[in-house]
């Protein structure tokens, strides 16, 4: 203990905890609100850029004298594969919340099974997805 330094026991004054926790609670409320206003901006944000950058695209195509029609896609030739991507993706993301549950429910683990065993199938689908793909671009 140094000489000059006075330890002082009093506890603090409840009235100055009871601010803290209002001040809490006050910037908690203030990022419920703003979070859903700042992911909905930035996401509006993200699409008219994409579509300003796929434009000035086609505008340099179209000025070097290329064809534009290399951006139309081809309704005969539609591809089932991103459904199937979806498709399996999801199917693997219920069976792993489902797996998540009984982990959680037999093991306590919390959280954790949820997430991990949401990440596994998830990934397993997607693989699984991608094998299918293959096999049909090698058949035809």
Request: with cysteine.
């Amino acid at each position: 203990m140094h000489i000059f330094e006075v330890r002082c026991n009093v506890p603090s004054h409840p009235a100055s905890k009871r601010a803290e926790t209002n001040n809490y609670m006050h910037m908690e409320g203030v990022l419920g609100i703003m979070l859903p206003i700042i992911i909905s901006l930035g996401a509006f944000v993200m699409v008219v850029y994409i579509r300003k950058f796929e434009n000035l695209e086609r505008m340099a195509i179209i000025d070097k004298g290329l064809s534009p029609d290399l951006f139309k896609k081809d309704k005969s030739e539609r591809s089932t594969s991103p459904v199937l991507r979806w498709a399996l993706l999801l199917i693997g993301a219920g069976c792993g919340l489902l797996i998540g549950f009984f982990f959680d429910e037999i093991f306590r683990m919390g959280e954790v099974a949820y997430f991990s065993m949401l990440m596994i199938f998830g990934g397993i689908g997607l693989a699984l997805a991608y094998v299918i793909e293959e096999r049909k671009a090698k058949g035809s």
